[in-house]
C-alpha cells in the first residue's frame, strides 16, 4: 500500500512534442506529490509538486494533473526539448509515512532532435 | 534556495576499509536529512531518517551497525560506510527539510556521492 507505480520505464519523444508520464497510488493519506529530475550522475531536483486539492498545476511547461478518485497524477512536458532528456520520477509522501517520500521506479526520457 | 551538499562528491576505496560521507544544508537549518541509495538504473531506496540530537530511524533491511548515520548539527548529518565491500559499491544521496520555511514536505537533495568498493 506504500507502493507508487510509475510507467512507462522508458519513453522516447521528439523535440517539441508533449512527454507523458504516469503514477499511480493505493495510500489515501498521501497528500503530497513531487515529480523529480536526475540526469546522470546527479542528484534529483524537484521539478513540481501538487496537493489532493487542486487537479492541476502548471509551472512553466511542466503540468501535473492530479485525479483523486482514480489515485493517479500524471507529468506532463510540453514543447520537450533534448534538453529535458533525463530520469523523472514521481513521489508521494503524507500519512503514516512520517514524511518519508515513496519513489516511483523512475521513466527514462529522450527527446531526438 | 535551499541548497544542500554532499561530499566527496566520489570516492573509490578498498574492501575492508570505512568511508564517511558529509551531507551539509548549507542556507537552512535541518531537523531531519534522509540518506538514499541508487543503483545504477534503479530508484533512490530509503536507508535511513536522520534526526539532529536523536538515534537515526533504519528502514527495514539496512544494517544499523553497517552504516553509521550522526545528525550532530542542525546543518550536517554524515553517514559511515563501515568495512566497506564491493556489495557497497552504490551511489549515496541525501536530502534535507527546511522545516522552518513551512514547506515542511518538500526534501532537497544533495548530489550524491559516488562510492567504488574495489
Known amino acids: 500500500q506504500q507502493q507508487v507505480k510509475q510507467s512507462p520505464q522508458s519513453l522516447i519523444v521528439q523535440k517539441g512534442g508533449i512527454s507523458i508520464i504516469n503514477c499511480a497510488y493505493e495510500n489515501t493519506a498521501f497528500d503530497y506529490f513531487p515529480w523529480y529530475q536526475q540526469f546522470p550522475g546527479k542528484g534529483p531536483a524537484l521539478l513540481i509538486a501538487?496537493?489532493?486539492?487542486?487537479s492541476e498545476k502548471k509551472e512553466g511547461r511542466f503540468t501535473i494533473s492530479f485525479n483523486k478518485s482514480a489515485k493517479q497524477f500524471s507529468l506532463h512536458i510540453m514543447d520537450s526539448q533534448p534538453g529535458d532528456s533525463a530520469t523523472y520520477f514521481c513521489?508521494?509522501?503524507?500519512?503514516?509515512?512520517?514524511?518519508?517520500?515513496?519513489f516511483g521506479k523512475g521513466t527514462k526520457l529522450s527527446v531526438k532532435p | 534556495g535551499a541548497v544542500v551538499s554532499q561530499h566527496p562528491s566520489r570516492v573509490i576505496c578498498k574492501s575492508g576499509t570505512s568511508v564517511k560521507i558529509e551531507c551539509r544544508s548549507l542556507?537552512?537549518?535541518?531537523?531531519?536529512m534522509f540518506w538514499y541509495r541508487q543503483f545504477p538504473k534503479q530508484s533512490l531506496m530509503l536507508m535511513a531518517t536522520?534526526?539532529?540530537?536523536?538515534?537515526?530511524?533504519?528502514e527495514q533491511g539496512v544494517e544499523k551497525d553497517k552504516f553509521l548515520i550522526n545528525h550532530a548539527s542542525l546543518t550536517l548529518s554524515t553517514l559511515t560506510v563501515t568495512s566497506a565491500h564491493p556489495e557497497d559499491s552504490s551511489f549515496y544521496i541525501c536530502s534535507a527539510r527546511d522545516e522552518w520555511q513551512g514547506a515542511v514536505d518538500e526534501q532537497f537533495f544533495g548530489p550524491g556521492t559516488r562510492l567504488t568498493v574495489l
Open positions: 501538487i496537493r489532493p486539492d487542486v
Open positions: 536522520s534526526n539532529e540530537g536523536s538515534k537515526a530511524t533504519y
Open positions: 542556507d537552512f537549518q535541518a531537523t531531519t
Open positions: 513521489a508521494a509522501s503524507g500519512g503514516g509515512s512520517q514524511g518519508n517520500l515513496i
